[in-house]
């Protein structure tokens, strides 16, 4: 299976850098061409295209970023789910604003968000978390993420201990563990053309139900 995907890989590198992206004005709605892009780096043979880094910043401006998976990205916005007692979630609570960035190489493609972060619903956080393995389930218990962990032994001695609790009964949500949104204000595509000459289009707003503005920026 791995070998189909490299070889998808390299049929489609770079797919993109010739043609390049429409106007900025040809689609007002840059969820849509997030979509496109998206799906497009799923069919590619790219390792977790849903990969993107999550930046955020302490309320004295210090900047921190990580690597997490998007759950799921529409019109509201896009999802991920974490430890409410990570740096990150700490972070987001002081100050809920982030920025995201997914990178997908293979096709010289670049996707930038900003925007205000929320919580999503407690039903679903409960709806995703009830889809993941056993194992990451009792993980979400053990794990008390960004503390301090002094034996590796201890983290597995939780992870019994939680088994043991649990049986083989369902594993309840924890209080502490859940989904963020980030509702987009900003977004960017970057596509990668010759000669550095690269593409980049802007989507921008002042409010959730606003309508977007849309420009090209120079590379």
Excluded: C
Aim: net charge neutral.
């Amino acid at each position: 299976m791995r070998i189909f995907k490299n070889l998808r890989a390299l049929i489609t590198s770079g797919a993109g850098i010739v043609v390049g992206m429409p106007d900025a004005d040809s689609d007002p709605n840059p969820t849509r061409l997030f979509q496109a892009w998206f799906k497009a780096a799923r069919k590619s043979g790219l390792y977790l295209p849903e990969a993107m880094t999550v930046a955020t910043a302490s309320p004295e401006g210090r900047p921190s970023a990580r690597m997490v998976l998007l759950k799921h990205a529409d019109e509201e916005g896009f999802v991920f789910f974490t430890n409410y007692g990570s740096r990150k979630a700490s972070e987001l609570e002081a100050n809920p604003y982030a920025s995201l960035l997914f990178h997908w190489p293979i096709l010289q493609r670049q996707v930038r968000v900003e925007g205000r972060v929320v919580r999503v619903s407690r039903e679903e956080s409960a709806d995703y978390y009830h889809s993941r393995p056993r194992g990451s389930q009792i993980g979400a218990w053990a794990s008390k993420q960004s503390s301090e962990l002094d034996a590796r032994e201890t983290l597995e001695r939780r992870v019994q201990e939680f088994e043991g609790q649990f049986g083989e009964g369902d594993v309840p949500l924890p209080d502490h563990w859940g989904g963020y949104r980030i509702i987009p204000d900003r977004m960017e595509f970057w596509q990668g053309r010759p000669f550095r000459l690269h593409d980049r289009i802007i989507f921008e707003r002042n409010h959730p139900d606003a309508a977007w503005e849309t420009h090209r920026l120079y590379p």
